[in-house]
């Protein structure tokens, strides 16, 4: 019972932790979010156009946001920059939780409570590193 309670038949490692957080949190943005964006990019043009928290026009604001959400997502899973493309995600899912969503944690459409738990994903990212398991190691990204 002891066993049970402390999960020790579970292997503890950071590092797979990482990974599996890595993952998790790149290819969820990536596929549920960013791939549509890129998908119908004028319908997303169309989306930014009635919220610009930036100030930068529709097409920058939609191009940045799939920057973020396609390219960093996938930079993010792999392991390539994993610091600097959990930066790039963070800035940008800050940017929706405040700007776009102004700080509503509810639950429910217009909800930030989403890029709220993205945002906590990707700053443990941020903070931690990539861990052992990425395709480019460095100084910035080993734990």
């Known amino acids: 019972m002891k066993k049970l309670l402390q999960l020790s038949f579970i292997p503890r490692s950071t590092d797979?932790?990482?990974l599996v957080l890595r993952c998790w949190v790149g290819l969820t943005l990536l596929l549920n979010h960013g791939w549509g964006k890129v998908m119908n990019f004028s319908q997303t043009q169309q989306m930014f156009s009635g919220m610009d928290p930036l100030g930068i026009g529709a097409t920058p604001s939609a191009?940045?946001?799939i920057f973020a959400e396609v390219i960093a997502a996938a930079a993010l899973?792999?392991?390539f920059a994993t610091r600097f493309a959990a930066l790039v995600i963070t800035?940008?899912?800050?940017?929706?939780f405040i700007g776009v969503h102004h700080h509503v944690l509810a639950m429910g459409p217009r909800s930030?409570?989403?890029a709220f738990m993205y945002l906590a994903g990707v700053v443990t990212i941020l903070l931690a590193g990539g861990g052992r398991f990425v395709v480019c190691k460095t100084t910035n990204d080993v734990s």
């Open 63 to 65: 191009v940045l946001v």
């Open 112 to 114: 930030g409570e989403l």
């Open 77 to 79: 899973v792999v392991g």
């Open 16 to 18: 797979f932790g990482l």
């Open 91 to 96: 800035i940008e899912l800050a940017v929706a």
